[in-house]
């Protein structure tokens, strides 16, 4: 279990720095912009004529 201690030290030291703060805003960002686009997508086909979603 040292390890996983060990790997989230290095995490918080890593965020602690300028670039681990601008590297950690543009993941988040990436990953908002994928969700947002998965919903949009999901959206899209529920709305298609026939009800794509519906069983």
């Not at 960002?29 to 298609?48: F, K």
Request: proline share 4%; hydrophobic share 45%.
């Amino acid at each position: 279990m040292n390890w996983l201690t060990g790997y989230g030290r290095t995490i918080r030291q890593y965020l602690a720095t300028p670039k681990g703060r601008h590297d950690a805003k543009d993941y988040g960002r990436a990953i908002l912009i994928i969700l947002l686009t998965m919903l949009a997508g999901l959206a899209l086909l529920a709305s298609w004529e026939g009800g794509a979603l519906l069983p």
